[in-house]
């Protein structure tokens, strides 16, 4: 490939992606051309290393998503943050290899806390349905009232408990999506 091929097809690329600032990008790979060429390299052996113009593309696509992920005026979206992983993850396949068993540990532990919650919700729920036949039992108006603050109790612990989750889940993944993203750094800096 040619210096007019790669930048030629790394702009249809970028431009399909819908990224932002592609004359930018192409005046600094331009540049990767005029640096690689000083030191005696070919066009074909600079396009080499710079990879795949749909890689490079779908990787400054992907840095966009993250920024509007971290961007805190933004909600977090945890589709997005799904999405960009698995994106980070296709683009840099090291990194799977690398965060298997930490990501099937750390899922582990989430889906735990999650499903804590869950059944104490449940339980609080179950409870709360039982109300009506406590009244007939011989202990009478206290088992009721007994069953009442300790359905309404059990059910305030499963609504702390999810948002203590919401915002653990929410921080392992921004910090999965930073480590993926240094990685990111060094596919766009070839």
Request: glycine fraction near 8%.
């Amino acid at each position: 490939m040619t210096k007019q091929e790669f930048l030629k097809n790394l702009k249809e690329e970028l431009e399909k992606n819908k990224v932002q600032n592609v004359q930018d990008i192409l005046t600094d790979y331009e540049e990767h051309f005029v640096h690689g060429l000083s030191k005696g390299k070919t066009e074909v052996e600079i396009c080499e290393g710079l990879g795949f113009p749909s890689v490079i593309a779908k990787a400054y696509q992907t840095e966009s998503l993250i920024s509007e992920i971290k961007n805190p005026e933004k909600g977090f979206n945890l589709s997005l943050a799904v999405t960009v992983i698995g994106r980070l993850l296709v683009i840099a396949p090291f990194n799977f290899l690398i965060l298997f068993i930490p990501g099937v540990v750390i899922f582990a532990l989430l889906a735990s806390g999650w499903a804590v919650s869950v059944a104490i919700g449940s339980a609080s729920l179950a409870l709360l349905s039982m109300l009506p036949f406590l009244g007939t039992v011989s202990a009478g108006a206290w088992a009721w009232v007994t069953g009442l603050s300790t359905s309404f109790g059990l059910l305030g612990l499963a609504i702390l408990g999810g948002m203590v989750m919401f915002v653990i889940t929410k921080y392992i993944v921004l910090a999965i999506i930073s480590y993926l993203q240094w990685n990111l750094k060094f596919i766009l800096q070839k």
